[in-house]
């Protein structure tokens, strides 16, 4: 996943902390996501970023907030963390001219008692 | 709004073929991506396919893309048990990168 770092790789929180995710690449995509996965359940697309200074919702965004400063980097940030949000979180990004690109960040596996 | 849609399970037996299904709905895409993720790891990307591509064969790996009917299919040739997985299509349209729900393939011995 060179170009793409996600951090923290693990992180445990209780009921009610907050904490923020950060996401940042080096390779000068604009699109930016950040997705959660559950088991059964795929990838579900919380918030995109489809250029700086722009963010809109996804699926699932409630209980979430993001923040794209720069072109680098998006964070995504849990305010009052619940139960429901264990999960492994991942941030991706995207580019037009496409290909054989690897697209994702290594994830955050967050678990909240 | 796009949606992706994957079978949930495949039970293959070793050395048979697998054949993996997905369709998509957002007409604007340009590659489309089948991913592998293996349990308590990241996603792998396997392999793409153009837009205007019908096939693509990349060594056991065999993408098909039928574009009228939105249909993408991944054949895993001489399937082994290292291939058991959960395998997901991803559409890169317009919008967002959007996943099937990932389909668990298990190979028995």
């Known amino acids: 996943n060179a170009g793409v770092t996600q951090t923290p790789k693990f992180q445990v929180l209780k009921t009610g902390q907050s904490m923020t995710l950060q996401c940042a690449q080096d390779?000068?995509?604009?699109?930016m996501y950040w997705y959660r996965q559950d088991p059964g359940m795929g990838l579900r697309l919380i918030y995109y970023?489809?250029?700086?200074?722009?963010?809109d919702k996804g699926e699932v965004p409630n209980g979430y907030n993001v923040s794209r400063l720069n072109k680098r980097e998006f964070s995504l940030r849990l305010e009052s963390a619940a139960p429901s949000q264990t999960s492994v979180y991942f941030c991706a990004m995207k580019e037009l001219a496409g290909g054989n690109e690897q697209f994702f960040g290594p994830g955050t596996r967050l678990t909240v008692l | 709004g796009e949606d992706v849609e994957q079978s949930l399970f495949l039970s293959v037996r070793e050395g048979d073929s697998s054949v993996i299904n997905c369709t998509y709905t957002d007409s604007s895409s340009t590659y489309l991506y089948w991913y592998k993720q293996e349990p308590g790891a990241g996603l792998q990307l396997l392999t793409y396919i153009f837009s205007n591509m019908d096939m693509k064969q990349d060594q056991r790996l065999t993408v098909l893309l039928n574009k009228k009917d939105k249909h993408l299919s991944l054949r895993i040739a001489d399937t082994q048990t290292g291939d058991s997985a959960i395998y997901f299509c991803l559409d890169t349209g317009r919008r967002a990168l959007t996943f099937g729900s990932g389909t668990r393939l298990q190979v028995q011995p």
């Open positions: 390779m000068n995509h604009n699109s």
């Open positions: 970023s489809a250029s700086e200074g722009t963010t």
